[in-house]
Nanobody
């Protein structure tokens, strides 16, 4: 069973930055496709960013492209989401996602951007 633990959320003013981290307990982390999703109040969960198992391929939602960067450190079993130029509409619970045969989710971390 893979466990994902997110950290790094918090309250930030518009224009600020945060870096989210997600650490996995899995022994085959380097084989996982990883990603970040988010869910704002009253809205469905949406894709934010994804990264391939070696880190060579990344994808972003249009709303965050150019502002957010996903990266991974397989030696630390950790994936990161660097979020810059944050906007109030980025306010949501951010979830770490992993895929390797099955899908796995973290418990989520709250990001609140004040205007």
């Amino acid at each position: 069973q893979v466990q994902l633990v997110e950290s790094g959320g918090g309250l930030v003013q518009a224009g600020g930055s945060l870096r989210l981290s997600c650490t996995s307990s899995g022994r085959t982390f380097s084989r996982y496709t990883m990603g970040w999703f988010r869910q704002a109040p009253g809205k469905e969960r949406e894709f934010v960013a994804g990264i391939s198992w070696r880190g060579g391929v990344t994808r972003y939602a249009g709303s965050v492209k150019g502002r957010f960067t996903i990266s991974r450190d397989n030696a630390k079993n950790t994936v990161y989401l660097q979020m810059n130029s944050l906007k109030p509409e980025d306010t949501a619970v951010y979830y770490c996602y992993a895929h390797y045969i099955d899908d796995y989710w973290g418990q989520g971390t709250q990001v609140t951007v004040s205007s």
